[in-house]
């Protein structure tokens, strides 16, 4: 082989290394920030006394809410026992953006995947990161939205199409409970 010739196919496979370890640096780095399966995802701190529960009006969930450290943290709380069971989990955290708080709710939940013959309904349980927004946050209500689905792939645990929809929060027990700390 000629010297010209071996010098450009060690530059071919320098290049095709060197851009074969920039794809795994990458893909490492976006992996590193889902959640992995079979076990709980990341670590989420433990709410303080002073949390104050707030009820979904839009779908019954409670959530124990409070803020530490220039975070927004709010924790699903009447989960089923069948859901429970499974260990099911609603988690969010935000960070205060100007007047709202933008953040993103891990959930650990089971997913509508279709019906078998008999017409039951069948489901994957699946860890899915979403976006969320808290547009206002008072005393005695909370506004803002969530991100939903229109079609998800249980094959691959995947929202398809998502949809911004909107919620109200509102005190579970009415009372001057702080919801920061």
């Known amino acids: 082989m000629k010297a010209g ?5 060690v530059r071919l496979w320098t290049a095709v290394f060197t851009a074969g370890i920039l794809v795994l640096l990458v893909s490492g780095a976006f992996a590193a920030g889902q959640a992995k399966p079979g076990g709980k995802a990341g670590q989420f701190p433990a709410p303080p006394a002073a949390a104050r529960v707030w009820r979904s009006q839009t779908t019954g969930k409670e959530y124990r809410v409070w803020i530490e450290n220039e975070r927004l943290h709010a924790e699903w709380t009447n989960v089923p026992a069948e859901l429970a069971q499974g260990g ?3 988690r969010t ?5 100007g007047t709202r708080w933008i953040g993103s709710s891990q959930t650990y939940l089971p997913f509508p995947c279709g019906t078998t013959e008999n017409g039951k309904r069948v489901g994957k349980w699946c860890r899915v990161l979403t976006k969320i927004e808290f547009r206002r946050v008072e005393a005695d209500r909370i506004t803002g939205s969530a991100e939903g689905y229109r079609r998800f792939d249980c094959e691959r645990c995947k929202i398809v199409e998502s949809v911004m929809k ?6 579970k027990d009415p009372g001057p409970v702080p919801i920061q700390r």
């Not at 955290?93 to 953006?97: A, K, L, P, T």
């Not at 909107?166 to 005190?171: C, K």
């Open 5 to 9: 010739r071996v010098e450009d196919l």
């Open 88 to 90: 099911a989990y609603i």
């Open 93 to 97: 955290e935000c960070q205060r953006v």
């Open 166 to 171: 909107d919620f109200v929060w509102t005190p």
